[in-house]
């Protein structure tokens, strides 16, 4: 089945851990994102990616970094800069970057803090 | 002013009824608007998109937008309990390097059986 796989679903950061969230995709897309979702709140943007090897900043991308080396694998890295890292995280991709087709969204990982 | 506004909720209604969701935006340059639904726990499935002036229909579910108003809206038909969800509006923003999704905060829907 196509899709779009987030790993791990739960992960729990220690203070001063990085951590490393997982999305993988089989969709043959070129477009792909992370968004970072708070209780009662809409998403925002952390970073996004057009195509291999380039990507670019969202919103809200202090404490956090990216890599995109393979055109299906778009990691996400909470540092220990980011703070307030106890969130809900989605990554999203879609055919091409500057088309108006949708976004289609992975199952998420949540990330809460020890 | 937020980019992307929604009323939080939540908004009943009893099984049966039409619901309405409205969404509202400030950029007049938006091109293509998106209904997102998303359960408790759960990440946003697409409902609908719509990028011309009027209505779009699916189904139960009908998407209306008036650019000139900056007004882009959703209606669910005969209710279900099961459309009990958080729905998120998403409009498309052009910039240099490709488009991104701004989301409203969403609107929390209550179907009661």
């Known amino acids: 089945d196509g899709g779009i796989t987030q790993s791990p679903k739960y992960l729990f950061r220690k203070e001063g851990q990085n951590v490393t969230l997982s999305c993988e995709q089989n969709l043959n897309h070129d477009a792909m994102y992370w968004y970072r979702q708070d209780p009662g709140q809409g998403l925002r943007l952390i970073y996004y990616s057009q195509i291999v090897n380039d990507f670019q900043k969202g919103d809200i991308a202090e404490g956090y970094s990216v890599s995109r080396e393979k055109k299906e694998s778009f990691p996400l890295t909470v540092t220990s800069a980011q703070k307030n890292p106890t969130a809900f995280y989605l990554c999203?991709?879609?055919?091409?970057?500057?088309?108006?087709?949708?976004?289609?969204f992975g199952d998420g990982t949540r990330l809460s803090i020890l | 002013q937020k980019e992307v506004e929604q009323n939080s909720g939540p908004l009943s209604v009893p099984e049966g009824a039409i619901a309405s969701l409205n969404c509202t935006y400030s950029d007049r340059g938006s091109q293509s608007f998106f209904w997102y639904r998303q359960y408790s726990g759960k990440s946003p499935e697409l409902i609908m998109f719509?990028?011309?002036?009027g209505d779009k229909e699916d189904g139960r579910f009908t998407a209306q937008l008036n650019k000139a108003s900056q007004y882009v809206s959703l209606l669910i038909r005969d209710s279900q309990p099961s459309d009990s969800a958080t729905y998120l509006c998403a409009v498309n923003r052009y910039m240099e390097y490709g488009n991104k999704l701004v989301f409203g905060a969403g609107t929390i829907l209550r179907v009661k059986s």
């Open positions: 719509i990028y011309s002036n």
């Open positions: 999203a991709s879609k055919d091409q970057g500057y088309s108006n087709q949708p976004q289609h």
